[in-house]
């Protein structure tokens, strides 16, 4: 069972820039499609990112398209998201996720950590 661990998160001003890391406590982290969640107080979670194991083929949300790039190394059992041009909405505790290549669900989830961006 894969077991993920966010780290990066903290307190920034508007404007700001954060790189969070996920690593993956597995030898198999290439058969893992990866990604980035957020959950925002009363809100509902909301996909961020998405990496396929190649570390090339990429997706975003639109909310993040253009701000936010998603990176993955293999060799580091790692994945990565930058985070530029932060606005105070973006203040959340963002979440690294993993599912099996082919699956449609996202089944394992790292613990968060939390990103405040200040006005």
């Known amino acids: 069972q894969v077991q993920l661990v966010e780290s990066g998160g903290g307190l920034v001003q508007a404007g700001g820039s954060l790189r969070l890391s996920c690593t993956a406590s597995?030898?198999?982290?290439?058969?893992?499609?990866m990604g980035w969640f957020r959950r925002a107080p009363g809100k509902e979670r909301e996909f961020l990112a998405a990496i396929a194991n190649s570390e090339r083929h990429t997706r975003y949300a639109d909310s993040v398209k253009g701000r936010f790039t998603i990176s993955r190394v293999n060799a580091k059992n790692a994945i990565y998201l930058q985070m530029n041009d932060l606005k105070p909405e973006d203040t959340a505790v963002y979440y690294c996720?993993?599912?099996?290549?082919?699956?449609?669900?996202?089944?394992?989830w790292g613990q968060g950590t939390q990103v405040t961006v200040s006005s």
């Open positions: 996720a993993a599912k099996p290549n082919g699956d449609e669900e996202w089944s394992r």
């Open positions: 597995t030898r198999y982290f290439v058969n893992y499609a």
